[in-house]
């Protein structure tokens, strides 16, 4: 995928969801981090039902800590790896208040310090909490990346490291959701859906399924989950 390409697809994806962001739920960098450690094997839905009981017990890296292992473990048991996540979140709660005063670190090498914490958790604590323009590579845009042609690698680390210099500057703090939201929704990976795909055109996949001529809405991506017009507003346009 040459430059021209990389930037029409970003600006197609942009187009379509200005302000994308994580589908976990989350409402301060602290409750950010803990959903990151918790969401490792485990689905976003998952997730986002475990963390409202475990954020009310524990809302701060002080209550967290207080809680303890068998305390959180008691309250994501529905996650997998559970008793592991427990551990590592219980012992971070404490590093938060030994080392950096019960705020979540802003440096990657503190964030990557923390137990349980990887390169990809501190970079989406990074970009998403913080706004860096970080790219967390995980399975998604490991195979968007791929696939598609715009930063083939052999590894997560080198795909990382072709994105941040294949993604145009104004796109790279947005470019992780973008590319997790395309994975997920349109560039499947047992069976990408090419008759949906808003930038079929612009990649380099050798097998994928094109559409029939003229049927195709090219620049509308449709990745991002669809979400209902709240009742008020219908009310308002008559519906």
Known sequence: MNPARRREMFERLAAANP????ELAWSNPFELLVAVILSAQATDRGVNAATPGLFAAAPTPAAMAALGEAGIAQRIRTIGLWSAKAKNLAATAQLLLERHGGE?????????ALPGVGRKTANVVLNTAFGEPTIAV???IFRVSNR?????????RQVE???LKAVPAEFRKDAHHWLILHGRYVCKARKPDC?????VDLCDYRHKLLPEPGSLPLGRDKSAP???RPAR????RGK
């Open 19 to 22: 302000a994308p962001t994580t």
């Open 226 to 228: 669809r979400t209902k």
């Open 233 to 236: 507003a219908r009310a308002a």
């Open 195 to 199: 008759a949906r795909c808003a930038i």
């Open 148 to 156: 598609t042609g715009l930063a083939p690698g052999r590894n997560v």
């Open 104 to 112: 979540v670190p802003r440096r990657r090498e503190d964030l990557e």
């Open 161 to 163: 490291e072709k994105l």
């Open 138 to 140: 995980d399975t998604h």
